[in-house]
């Protein structure tokens, strides 16, 4: 197979994983807009984003699965807490960790903007 045939399936793979993701975090938002402010809903979006990018990096790079919290939790644990508490030991775990948590606000702030630019294009034409 071409390399480009490779690289198109897996970005339409990891799209389709953002789109997925995306989704629930919208469904997420709409609960937490009926128990707090807009503003705070949108913070705790941004660090559940961040919290998904350490995941991502403790499943990448550390090779922790989700079945592992069952099978070995105090080694999945102590292995968290150590980057907690020692965290200029670790750089390249809180690099990862900001890079991709950022890319992924990015991502979903755009998205919410493009959704709202939308609306407002929509509701003008009606108008």
Do not use: C
């Amino acid at each position: 197979m071409p390399k480009w045939f490779d690289l198109l399936m897996i970005l339409s793979f990891a799209w389709a994983g953002l789109y997925a993701g995306f989704k629930s975090l919208q469904d997420i938002q709409r609960m937490l807009v009926k128990f707090m402010s807009e503003q705070r809903a949108m913070i705790v979006i941004a660090l559940l984003l961040f919290t998904a990018a350490f995941g991502v990096y403790i499943g990448r790079f550390e090779r922790w699965n989700s079945w592992d919290l069952l099978v070995h939790p105090f080694s999945v644990a102590g292995d968290v807490v150590e980057k907690f508490t020692d965290p200029f030991s670790h750089p390249r775990t809180w690099g990862v960790t900001l890079f991709l948590g950022t890319l992924l606000n990015v991502f979903w702030f755009s998205i919410r903007l493009l959704q709202a630019e939308t609306k407002a294009v929509v509701v003008s034409k009606t108008v």
